[in-house]
């Protein structure tokens, strides 16, 4: 594919944000906010979604999926959160597990998780972040050893999504290297049931269907087929599922941000205070087109990071997807901060649904990694400058 056509969409794809625009326009962010009011879970989109192929169209035709990449998962993500009902397990089950198995998986795990994850019948989970480690990875203290045949992990994670909703989790643990002794990361599936595997909710502030968890592996024993990929393999199999991650988030936001840059449109079109609808004033009109401006720009990123990823480029993909992750989510940020601006007290009513996205908006900023770590990467890898730590 040539530079010039990775600015413009083929058909196939708008073809995909037209369908998938009107499946999000048939829920809303109406039936989002009421999943939400009751603490019920976005299962009546999530099945349709799977039906119709939205959910696996980034995994392997063979195994049901739709044969793409990450572009169409993130098309689908970002186009069900301008719709106002976005499915963050979509970040997780299919675009981070999915890949990461697709990828990496035996024969046997392929067979046994890709069909359910297509179709949306299976749901995984992904354990990374513990609490004495937050952004360094390094200092994971999640730790496999063997066990004759058996695995053996222990540890702790924080901040898990969907773990009640989920089959299984893809954990991040660490082995000891055979030749050099250090501790390297693995991924292992750990079924929902596995004795020794036990979570607890952590209450959040932020609206949304998809809970929090805190997760307590203690001497969980996995058979040797629960390891994902060469023992061997280390960093490059993690940041398989972490650069489809933090594109997806981008996607994330740029739907949120949307969303809510359509909704503080649609209000200063109509809304009159004086002759002229507000929008026809420059302080309300032109904080909006900034935001049009920025969600813009943090679009094309994502979506040469996804080229990228797709195209097998995986080291020019982790810097692309960092910088778009970083882009949406302080294009996120902005939309909302405006969008409730504009609308004024309305904009902090539950009538608009604006007020519960600006907590939201703020996780595009801080997870699944800090803008602080993505400056932090950007002025290491990019620019060559010294680190600090």
């Not at 019920?40 to 119709?52: F, R, V």
């Not at 222990?154 to 969907?162: D, E, L, N, Q």
């Not at 109509?270 to 026809?280: F, K, L, N, Q």
């Not at 608009?352 to 770590?373: D, F, K, N, Q, W």
């Amino acid at each position: 594919m040539n530079a010039v056509s990775t600015l413009t969409e083929p058909p196939e794809h708008r073809a995909l944000r037209t369908a998938v625009a009107a499946l999000g326009r048939r829920y809303g962010r109406a039936y989002f906010a009421s999943v939400v009011r009751e603490g019920a879970q976005t299962d009546e989109l999530w099945a349709e979604a799977g039906k119709l192929g939205y959910l696996g169209v980034n995994l392997p035709a063979e195994y049901g999926g739709g044969g793409g990449g990450i572009t169409e998962l993130a098309i689908v993500l970002e186009e069900l959160g301008a719709a106002g009902c976005p499915l963050l397990l979509l970040v997780v089950s299919p675009a981070i597990c999915g890949t990461v198995i697709a990828r990496f998986g035996t024969d046997e795990q392929k067979r046994t998780w890709l069909p359910g994850l297509a179709a949306g019948t299976l749901k995984m989970a992904f354990g990374i972040t513990e609490p004495d480690a937050g952004s360094n990875s390094h200092r994971l203290t999640t730790t496999a050893r063997r066990d004759g045949d058996d695995w053996l992990l222990t540890g702790r994670k924080v901040f898990i999504s969907g773990v009640d909703t989920a089959d299984a989790t893809l954990v991040v643990g660490r082995t000891e290297d055979s030749r050099t002794g250090r501790l390297k990361p693995c991924l292992f599936v750990v079924g929902r049931d596995a004795p020794g595997f036990s979570y607890r909710r952590i209450p959040m502030e932020v609206s949304a269907p998809e809970k929090q968890f805190e997760l307590v592996l203690d001497d969980v024993r996995l058979p040797s087929g629960a390891l994902v990929g060469d023992e061997d393999a280390g960093l490059l199999q993690l940041f398989a599922g972490l650069n489809p991650e933090r594109v997806m988030t981008a996607a994330f936001a740029l739907g949120m941000g949307r969303y809510a840059l359509d909704r503080a449109v649609d209000y200063a079109r109509t809304r009159r205070v004086w002759d002229e609808p507000i929008g026809a004033h420059q302080a309300v009109a032109h904080p909006l087109a900034r935001s049009h401006i920025e969600i813009e720009l943090a679009r094309l990123m994502t979506y040469r990071a996804a080229h990228l990823y797709d195209a097998g480029d995986d080291a020019g993909a982790g810097e692309a997807a960092n910088m778009a992750k970083y882009a949406a989510g302080e294009a996120a940020v902005h939309a909302v901060d405006h969008a409730v601006h504009t609308l004024g007290g309305n904009g902090l009513t539950t009538e608009y649904g604006l007020a519960s996205l600006i907590t939201a908006a703020r996780v595009a900023r801080v997870a699944p990694v800090s803008r602080e770590m993505i400056l932090n990467y950007v002025s290491h890898h990019t620019l060559g400058l010294p680190k600090s730590y």
